[in-house]
Structures are given as structure tokens and as C-alpha cells.
């Protein structure tokens, strides 16, 4: 899994003409739990028809109960019906941003998750994910 999260970003981040240096990005052992643990959340829980986009400033001090509480967030969001906003929220000290998107059929995955460093952009990350997602980078 640990692969296969970072594959994930540099290939978005490549498309984008960035690399994970630039942008914050992290990837160590709590990084990648985290991101699998929503990524098997998101799988389940959510359409084939739809993606999630999530970005979490480091570093996760309390990843059960910050997965908890995203996991919370996205299926409220779910039932709510928002799909237009990005949601924001500060979870256990780390900054959280999570965009739904209409997910083309051709998407690999359901769910981009991205780890960056407190003083790093998580607009550029949401959009980036949101190009190569619609293809357009």
C-alpha cells in the first residue's frame, strides 16, 4: 500500500509539473496508514461515481481518531449531498481539507490523499488532484 499512496501522488504531482518537495508533501509510516485506512473507507463508503480528495497538515499526532473523525466528515457529506465546497476543519491539530468530484469512469482510484507540511498550499494540492482527476494535466 505504502507504494502505491506515493506512486499515486507523484505521478499527480509529475502531471502537474511539480515535485513533492516543492509542495510539502510527507510520506512516512503514519502518512501512509492513515491514507490506506481512508482509502478503504472510501472505497465502501462511497459511490462509483464519485472521488474524494483530502489533504492533512502534519503531522498527525492521533491518526486513529483523526481517520475517525474524517471518516465522520465525509459521510455526513455524503448524506448531505455536498458536493460543490470544499469542507474545512482543524481534526486533532492537523488542518483538513476534503473536495468531492464527480469522478470519471476512467479514475483509478476513489480517494487522493495528500500529507503536507503545516506551511504548505492545500488549494494547489486539491487542484492538481482535481486536473489529472478530469484529465486535463
Same mark, same amino acid.
Given at each position: 500500500?505504502?507504494?502505491?499512496?506515493?506512486?499515486?501522488?507523484?505521478?499527480?504531482?509529475?502531471?502537474?509539473?511539480?515535485?513533492?518537495?516543492?509542495?510539502?508533501? /510527507?510520506?512516512?509510516?503514519?502518512? !501512509?496508514?492513515?491514507?490506506?485506512?481512508?482509502?478503504?473507507?472510501?472505497?465502501? &463508503?462511497?459511490?462509483?461515481?464519485?472521488?474524494?480528495?483530502?489533504? !492533512?497538515?502534519?503531522?498527525?499526532?492521533?491518526? &486513529?481518531?483523526?481517520?475517525?473523525?474524517?471518516?465522520?466528515?465525509?459521510? &455526513?457529506?455524503?448524506? &448531505?449531498?455536498?458536493? +460543490?465546497?470544499?469542507?474545512?476543519? !482543524?481534526?486533532?491539530?492537523?488542518?483538513?481539507?476534503?473536495?468531492?468530484?464527480? /469522478?470519471?469512469?476512467?479514475?483509478?482510484? /476513489?480517494? !487522493?490523499?495528500?500529507?503536507?507540511?503545516?506551511?504548505?498550499?492545500?488549494?494547489?494540492?486539491?487542484?492538481?488532484?482535481?486536473?489529472?482527476?478530469?484529465? +486535463?494535466?
Amino acid at each position: 500500500m505504502a507504494i502505491a499512496e506515493k506512486e499515486l501522488a507523484l505521478k499527480i504531482l509529475r502531471a502537474g509539473g511539480t515535485s513533492p518537495s516543492k509542495l510539502g508533501l /510527507r510520506f512516512d509510516r503514519v502518512v !501512509i496508514g492513515v491514507l490506506g485506512d481512508l482509502r478503504s473507507f472510501v472505497e465502501v &463508503a462511497t459511490p462509483e461515481t464519485l472521488s474524494v480528495i483530502v489533504t !492533512i497538515s502534519a503531522p498527525i499526532r492521533l491518526p &486513529a481518531k483523526t481517520v475517525s473523525d474524517l471518516k465522520t466528515n465525509i459521510t &455526513a457529506r455524503l448524506a &448531505a449531498g455536498s458536493r +460543490q465546497a470544499d469542507s474545512s476543519a !482543524i481534526l486533532h491539530g492537523n488542518s483538513v481539507r476534503i473536495r468531492l468530484l464527480e /469522478r470519471s469512469t476512467k479514475a483509478p482510484t /476513489r480517494l !487522493i490523499g495528500f500529507v503536507h507540511n503545516p506551511d504548505s498550499a492545500p488549494e494547489r494540492l486539491l487542484d492538481l488532484a482535481e486536473h489529472w482527476l478530469n484529465g +486535463q494535466i
